[in-house]
């Protein structure tokens, strides 16, 4: 049984097709990553298949129970952490654990049980008397975690995890995850940050206008664009009055400056380090380091959703 | 078999949430000035514009007093705490929890409700401390300011499911409506001496019922007798409750 299927999800807010014939699977114990530019409809998925928003159509199951015709059935088993750290400011981290915990059911022993541990993992026992109001961002998140867990959930929901944290928090927050996929809870989380889910998600679905663009492995989407290789050089002396003549050399489709280094985009990695080579020679430059990097999850994000800067577009075979 | 066992298992715990929903709101919005303002003072302000200066003894005007007071104490909560807590997304912890519409518009009403009880004993113990005013019906007053204290509650629970952040969009609506029942539901002017629209529009009035009771409690008169007004106030729970159910789906979904 899978933990998560959706069916042709649609919806439509007013004139704006925020979703549009979504359908996507998640097997049980597995870590699946929602990645998207701002206004691609990570949010809006995740609310249709935590049962807050109703889809203009299609279907979606939780654990094989329909969210909107068995939504307390589908909602036992989830944990959700939303995007927000949305803890109640006027009272105790103890408290904000205790209430959740009532919301879904948990009995009593357990429950106070569950919340000392959670406090306990994530660094916050020792404030749990403390009203959230004084507590720091990173305090804020850490403690939304632990509510989303307090009902031991068999899924989790996570949108934007990680988001402008401090390293501490960071940490915390990548070790219990790492942990909770041990355990065997499936873990449906969004992220901007696209090496966070190249490290923690077996698949990854890139979405874009409300569309899926694709849905794999970091591993094998990287191989669909393996076009995009770089190969980044360092040179002894400054690399910025290259950067043209560096462009100019045959097969290579871009030429980008990265600090003191310079990255140059090609689909044939051994003709370009011949030529750069033979340009170092040609201008008395001196190649201190010189290494060939395979397209990063990022090069395939941008490639599937065109994400563009200004007018400037990332390279693109 | 399993979807009946399911709902029965569901009931008390259900109870359970609505219950931890009420606590939620006493310990975060019970001390919150705009809601001691709304809640206690403006009754209490209002009560003096409409008494300093009348000939009746102060004691007479103490069952109005307690009515206008659970008015507005029992519908002051959830229209201050549930934008707030749309505008900081708490709210969405609720709508995502494994309850029923049914237990958010009970849980959220229950703090309202025990609240105006607290607040309501204030006017009971000044009547009683200090204008020495008997309670001819205390199981007649304990049942009017229950019913009425939670028909007002859900009252309350009922303007604020408009999908709004903002406190004074829900509290401007429910002035609306809160201000003119204290007219037309003979707390300060008799129903027997309003105009006979006056006296249709009152029926309309969970107030009337409200304050029929209570002046029924302290000095024995009533216009429709407690056995109707409890079930009038009954009645108006049951809208209230029902149509505040279909609304929070409504504008949640």
Redesign the interface.
Known sequence: MYAVEAHDLTKQFGSLLALNRVSFSVGEGETFGFLGPNGAGKTTTIRIL?????PTSGTATIFGYDIQQE???A??SMG?V?E?S??????TAW?NMI??A????VGRAEREEKTKELLEIFGLYGRRNDTVHGFSKGMKRRLTLA?GLVNSPRLLFLDEPTSGLDVQSNLIIRDVIANLVKEGVTVFLTTHNIEEANVMCDRVAIINRGKIAAIDSPEKLKKTIQSVQSIEIAFDHSAKEHLEGLRELATVNDARKEGDKVRLYTDDPAAVIDGVTAYAKQHNLRIISMTTQGPSLEDVFIRLTGLTIGNERRPQK | MTDVL?FIR?IP?EV??AW??A??DM??YYLKPNIIMSGLLFPLFMFLAFAVGRNAPPGTLIPGLIAITILFSASSIEPVSIPIERR???F?????????FHTLVVGESLSGFLYSLGIAMLPLIVGIAFYHTPVLHVVTLMAGLVLSAFCFATLGTLFAAYPTENVGEVMSMLNLVRLPLIFVSGVFIPLETMPVAGQYIALCSPLTYANDMIRFAYDGTTHFGPFYDIVFLILFILIFQFVANRLYKKF??
Request: glycine share 2%; no cysteine.
């Open positions: 935590t049962g807050i928003t109703r939504k307390l059935r909602r036992r959700i939303s927000t949305n803890v109640y400011d006027d009272l408290h209430f959740t009532e919301l879904y059911h509510m | 399911f569901r715990q359970a949430a931890a929903i606590r939620k310990r975060t900081v997304r708490t969405d912890r609720l709508l995502s929890a494994p309850i029923t949640n979904q």
